[in-house]
């Protein structure tokens, strides 16, 4: 499986970005699938999942990210709202399950988010 993460950008604290994650060679549908991040200097953390169960949140996403699919477009996307400056990341997509990143075997490109304060 090959995943494409987009929709990276420049946005003031408080905006939203929605990020993308198409995956390719496979359907993301079947599959569970993740986003983490990394900050300069930083581990690589983990900031939400989804599997044909429900959906899992770091506590610094809860009630501010939402990660949702469609099969239909074997898509995966991480909606960002009210962001902060501390939310400024690399972010990835990837396909495997938990928060922990050793469960994931496939990783998109990863798309940079820079929040302005």
């Known amino acids: ?4 993460a987009s929709g990276g950008g ?3 604290a408080g905006g939203s970005l929605r990020l993308s994650c198409a ?7 079947t599959y569970a699938m993740g986003w983490f991040r990394q900050a300069p200097g930083k ?7 989804i599997t044909w169960t429900g959906r899992s ?9 939402t990660i949702s699919r469609d099969n239909a477009k074997n898509t995966v996307y991480l909606q960002m ?3 902060r400056p501390d939310d400024t990341a690399v972010y990835y997509c990837a396909r495997g399950y938990g928060s922990d ?3 994931y075997a496939d990783w998109g ?9």
């Open 81 to 83: 709202d009210s962001l």
């Open 109 to 117: 490109q990863g798309t940079l988010v820079t929040v302005s304060s």
């Open 10 to 12: 420049l946005v003031q």
């Open 43 to 49: 581990d690589r953390e983990f900031v939400a999942s």
């Open 1 to 4: 499986v090959q995943l494409q």
């Open 57 to 65: 949140y770091a506590d610094s996403a809860k009630g501010r990210f």
């Open 101 to 103: 990143y050793r469960n």
């Open 23 to 29: 995956a390719s060679g496979g359907t993301s549908g």
